[in-house]
């Protein structure tokens, strides 16, 4: 009984390790409980406010996909901010604006911009947090 338990702990130990490599270099959905977690363990976050209707987004969501994947990102805790419904962090925030990408190192804003498309200046905006 103890072996089927430890061999069952291992499994889901494994399944945890590999599900956590699978999401780095994501961007993933903004959860309220995993910002405050990623900011806590004094991580970089990316937050970036996004609205489907908005052309500027569009053509943000590729440079920034691209981004998280480069080696040197691929570890940074990024977030998609549903811009029409996330008023509270947008007012928290002061986030007038989608298209606004805000960056953290662990509880502290480090830069902010709204509007760009440049991968080199998004990427010069996240590595102030690095």
């Not at 338990?5 to 599900?19: D, E, H, P, R």
């Not at 981004?67 to 998609?80: G, H, M, N, R, T």
């Not at 902010?112 to 010069?124: C, M, Y």
Request: positive net charge; glycine residues 4%.
């Amino acid at each position: 009984m103890i072996k089927y338990i430890l061999s069952f702990a291992a499994i889901a130990l494994a399944v945890n390790i590999i599900a956590a490599s699978a999401l780095a270099g994501e961007i993933k959905p903004y959860n309220e409980a995993a910002f405050a977690e990623a900011k806590a363990a004094g991580k970089t976050v990316l937050l970036d406010f996004h609205a489907d209707w908005c052309p500027v987004c569009k053509k943000q969501g590729p440079v920034l996909g691209s981004l998280v994947q480069e080696d040197k990102l691929k570890d940074i805790a990024a977030f998609k901010v549903n811009y029409d419904d996330e008023t509270a962090l947008k007012k928290q925030l002061k986030v007038t604006s989608q298209s606004t990408l805000i960056v953290f190192k662990g509880e502290k804003l480090v830069s902010h911009a709204v509007g760009v498309t440049d991968k080199d200046k998004i990427r010069a905006l996240i590595e102030k947090a690095l």
